[in-house]
Nanobody
Framework: EVQLVESGGGLVQPGVSLRLSCAAS????????MGWLRQAPGKEREFVAGISWGGASTYYTDSVKGRFTISRDNTKNTLYLQMNSLKPEDTAVYFC??????????????????WGQGTQVTVSS
């Protein structure tokens, strides 16, 4: 059974950084591409970033390009999302997610099959 547990969220001021982590278990993490999704209050869940199984290929939604970095440590079965220059519009619950096709870097919400409970990120002054 796929288990994904996110951590690292919080309340921060605009312009600062946060790093989210996701501990994965129940599947062979190192052979799966992975990604992050987010859902803001009153909005649909949206794709944030995706990464290949080895970490060489990444993909980002336009609104976070240049500010967010997705990475992974396959020795620790952990996925990361480094978020810099945070903006109020980044406020959302962030979900670590595993795709339906582990071989393809996910780029859309419907590419994902499993996700965790999420971690809240609030950006406010």
């Amino acid at each position: 059974e796929v288990q994904l547990v996110e951590s690292g969220g919080g309340l921060v001021q605009p312009g600062v950084s946060l790093r989210l982590s996701c501990a994965a278990s129940g599947f062979t993490f190192s052979s799966y591409s992975m990604g992050w999704l987010r859902q803001a209050p009153g909005k649909e869940r949206e794709f944030v970033a995706g990464i290949s199984w080895g970490g060489a290929s990444t993909y980002y939604t336009d609104s976070v390009k240049g500010r967010f970095t997705i990475s992974r440590d396959n020795t620790k079965n952990t996925l990361y999302l480094q978020m810099n220059s945070l903006k109020p519009e980044d406020t959302a619950v962030y979900f670590c997610a595993a795709p339906r096709n582990r071989h393809v870097v996910p780029t859309r919400v419907d590419h994902f099959a499993s996700w965790g409970q999420g971690t809240q990120v609030t950006v406010s002054s």
